[in-house]
């Protein structure tokens, strides 16, 4: 199994900062394994937010996102990162990190691809 632990979210003002992290560990858990950042508004379904393949070589963004959030994995490829910026209060959301225990040539963003998720962050930006 995988088990995976976001911190770092909080209450920032629009305009701030914050880093997402992710740690995951189990028997499971592997280098080359895609992992993701998923985010659900009150009343909204859960919305890719940004993927990064196992090698770290490739990512992906919802284009809200693009230009202001960056995903990245640390040194030893067992944690996934999100740093935001210029945050907007519409990236107010609970983010959830994912991993999708399967090799694949391309950054999934259907949730129902995904094998493994935390517990989720609230991250909360006001006006």
């Known amino acids: 199994q995988v088990q995976l632990v976001e911190s770092g979210g909080g209450l920032v003002q629009a305009g701030g900062s914050l880093r997402l992290s992710c740690a995951a560990s189990?028997?499971?858990?592997?280098?080359?394994?895609?992992m993701a950042w998923f985010r659900q508004a009150p009343g909204k379904e859960r919305q890719f937010v940004a993927g990064?393949?196992?090698?770290?070589?490739?990512?992906s963004y919802t284009d809200s996102v693009k230009g202001r959030f960056t995903i990245s994995r640390d040194n030893t490829k067992n944690t996934v990162n999100l740093q935001m910026n210029s945050l907007k209060p519409e990236d107010t959301a609970v983010y959830y990190c994912?991993?999708?225990?399967?090799?694949?040539?391309?950054?999934?963003?259907?949730?129902?691809?995904?094998?493994?998720w935390g517990q989720g962050t609230q991250v909360t930006v006001s006006s």
């Open positions: 189990g028997r499971a858990f592997s280098w080359y394994y895609d």
């Open positions: 990064i393949s196992g090698t770290g070589g490739g990512t």
């Open positions: 994912a991993c999708a225990a399967t090799v694949r040539t391309y950054i999934n963003s259907d949730p129902e691809t995904y094998d493994y």
